[in-house]
């Protein structure tokens, strides 16, 4: 079990960036893939970004490619979003999880959840 807590959401306009973190907690985080995944209010959650177990694998949502990216740091059980040129549509409450699978692109495959932090992409 790996529980998560994530953190640097908040309000930017429109171009600017953010960058989120997620702490985890447990001795296995380096066997485990780390996704972002995301939702927005009246939507259904949608799958950001992921990175496998050793950080040499990435995969990005076509929304984000180019303009997010996922990284991790397992020496200190963490993992990263760094989010640049911020659209309107880009507003959601993140969420960081994780699964034994680098193929964990939908809600379904997470075995386990943070609880969000909000960002709000102003125009």
């Known amino acids: 079990q790996v529980q998560l807590v994530e953190s640097g959401g908040g309000l930017v306009q429109a171009g600017g960036s953010l960058r989120l973190s997620c702490a985890a907690s447990g001795r296995t985080f380096s066997s485990y893939a780390m996704a972002w995944f995301r939702q927005a209010p009246g939507k259904e959650r949608e799958f950001v970004a992921i990175?496998?177990?050793?950080?040499?694998?990435?995969y990005y949502a076509d929304s984000v490619k180019g303009r997010f990216t996922v990284s991790r740091d397992n020496a200190k059980n963490a993992v990263y979003l760094q989010m640049d040129s911020l659209k309107p549509e880009d507003t959601a409450l993140y969420y960081c999880?994780?699964?034994?699978?680098?193929?964990?692109?939908?809600?379904?495959?997470?075995?386990?959840w943070g609880q969000g932090t909000q960002v709000t992409v102003s125009s």
């Open positions: 999880a994780s699964g034994r699978s680098y193929y964990m692109r939908s809600s379904a495959s997470v075995e386990n």
């Open positions: 990175i496998n177990w050793s950080g040499d694998s990435t």
